[in-house]
Every structure is written in C-alpha cells, then in structure tokens.
C-alpha cells in the first residue's frame, strides 16, 4: 500500500524540491491542529524547508536530506497504526529512537530510559520500576514461559500486560490473550444478569484496565472484535493451540492441577507465556491443590521456563500497601 506521492518537481544544482502527497491516513492526524504537530516534526530537520498544503509537503534542500525526511515521515505513519495515535511524545520517540541507537554511547545501565518499556496512551512512559519488575522483562528475552509470582501490587499484571502489547506493536507476535480462572463466580455465574460476556467482564476487568492505558479504547475495541486482542475465561482454552500469540494466564493461583496443565499445553509454536499469581490467596474450593504450587515444584528444572518471585520491595501501589502486607505477615507467623 503506497501511503506517499512522491513527486519531484524541481532540482537546482544541489538542491531539490519535492512534492510529497499523502494518502490513507487523515493529514490532521500528521500535521495536528493548526500544524502543531508539522511545526513540531519541522524542528527534527533544520536543512530542510517543509511547507505544509491541504494534503500535500513540499520539501526543499539537499537530496539526501529529503530522502531522510521521506523516510522518517513513513516511520510516523506506521507508528501510527502500531499506536492507534501519533502525539508529540511518539513523534519524539520514533523521530529520535534512530538517531539514539546511531550515536549514544550510553551503556544499559547507565541509561535513565534503559528500563522503558512502551509508551502509553497519553505518551507517558511505562517502564520497570522495581528489581523483580526488571527481571521479568529480563527474563523474557530468554524464556518463552515466565511465572511471576508476588503479592498484591507489584505489577505482576500489569507488567504482563505491557510486555505483550511491546510484543505485538513489534510484530513479534500476531495475537494477544489474556485469560483467569473465573473462580471467584463459582456457582452463582448462571444467576448473574446479560449474556456470558457480561457475566464475565468484572473479572477480567483489572485486564481491560492495563490495555485501556496503552491503547486507544476505539483502537482497543477494533483489535478485540478482530480478535486479535482476546479477553477469556481458562475454560475457553481447552482444546485450542495457540501459536504466534503472547499468553498471559493471570491470577494462576486459582487453577487447579489438571487446568494449568491443560493450559501450559496450549502453547504453539512462536509463542510466549506469562503466568501471574499470588500463593497467598488460593480462592479453590474444597480445599482444592494449586495448579500453580504445583507448576513451581515440577517445573524448576525446565530450560526455557523461569519463576520471578517479587516480593514487598516490588510494590508500586500506594506505600501503606507494603505496610499492610508486613504486618499480615507478622499475624501469619506461627508463636512459638
């Protein structure tokens, strides 16, 4: 699909001039509101004069120079579409993103922004906050499954969450899936008022959460009646293989053995798992195993399988959370 006309109008000994014409994208979405966002994108090439005209750019200055700015205006274009919208912030990012990795000398660890991740809706940076936070995204780049195992509040989810949609932005994935045992409805599902669906969402909805801070809600909602976004109970997976797709199970506590075996052999090819919970709040009937106790006596051994265990230094909710959690803690201990 030709997103630009190009059109070469002129050439004056070493200068040019060209005439790009855009299509399939809204010109407002590249210029902005009184071409607040063109005047922004001006500033990345100072060699060049760029006028801006209905649904046309006129460039002028050296050749080399306007091939650059065809190149890196397609480069907005497409984050476009990978974000669902182009803000400053994401034009700085995919403007400077190049030039960064060409002349930095920056070393990881060194670097304040080597612990971003994506950047969310608004263009605010999501990155890992915590020790355990940085070892799962660590882990990642050399497992395909990841158990991430933690208290309440220290982003096991949402981190999850945020390391599938890098995932897919990047084309390393086709699909994602998010999915947790609706334990929690027990028998009163059916009792429940409107379709499976309805009944389902306020559990599945601390998932919707996540993605609603990394993509647009319109975008968001497109992606899910595609079904390349999917939102499902455990149940739903029996059966299924799911190759090309980022998987999260979360709240992994509340899966019996039999179901996190059935879902850990969903896994097709070009796939990566991530597996959330907190052992410390197994909501099973009847006094039911742990699939996910289970998975961490088994699975140790396993090349390609890792368990992050984040602690109280990993919360990032509101400081008395840790607190809280001490003192639960301290209760728990047996007096001797």
């Keep these: 699909m ?3 006309k190009f059109v070469a109008t002129k050439k004056l000994t070493h200068l040019a001039e060209k005439i790009i014409t855009i299509r399939h994208i809204e010109p407002i979405e590249i210029f902005g509101v009184n071409d607040e ?49 182009l803000s400053i912030p994401i034009i700085d990012r995919y403007l400077q993103d190049e030039e960064n990795r060409r002349v930095s000398k920056i070393t990881p660890e060194k670097n304040q922004n080597a612990d971003i991740i994506l950047f969310g809706v608004s263009g605010s940076m999501i990155k890992a906050r915590t020790p355990g936070q940085r070892k799962m995204v ?23 969450v945020v390391l599938a949609v890098r995932a897919w932005k990047n084309k390393e994935v086709k699909r994602i899936i998010l999915t947790r045992p609706a334990v929690e409805a027990g028998e009163n599902l059916g ?25 647009p809600a319109e975008k968001l909602n497109q992606l899910i009646e595609a079904r390349t976004i999917q939102i ?5 997976m029996r059966g ?39 052992v410390t709040q197994i909501d099973l009937p009847n006094r039911q195993p742990s699939g996910l106790i289970q998975a961490m006596r088994i699975l140790r ?32 201990q047996p007096k001797s």
């Design 37 to 85: 966002k063109f005047n922004h994108i001006r500033q990345y090439f100072p060699k060049l004069r760029l006028v801006a005209r209905g649904d046309e750019i006129k460039a002028m200055g050296e050749e080399k120079e306007i091939l650059v700015f065809e190149r890196k205006l397609k480069k907005l274009v497409d984050a476009y579409y990978i974000e669902g919208i």
């Design 191 to 215: 009792f429940l008022p409107g379709d499976m669906k309805e009944k389902l969402d306020p559990y599945m909805q601390p998932l919707y959460d996540a993605l609603y801070d990394m993509i």
């Design 138 to 160: 660590h882990s990642l780049e050399n497992n395909d499954v990841i158990f991430a195992i933690g208290p309440a509040g220290t982003g096991k989810t949402y981190l999850a």
């Design 240 to 278: 299924r293989t799911l190759d090309h797709a980022f998987v999260i199970l979360d709240e992994a506590q509340n899966t019996t053995e039999s179901q996190m075996k059935m879902f850990l052999t969903r896994m097709g090819t070009n796939a990566k798992f991530i597996i959330t919970g907190d």
């Design 2 to 4: 030709n997103i630009f």
């Design 301 to 332: 051994k396993i090349k390609g399988i890792d368990f992050i265990h984040l602690g109280k230094e990993d919360v990032v909710r509101h400081p008395l959370v840790k607190e809280i959690l001490d003192s639960y803690e301290k209760n728990e």
């Design 232 to 236: 499902a109970p455990l149940a739903f």
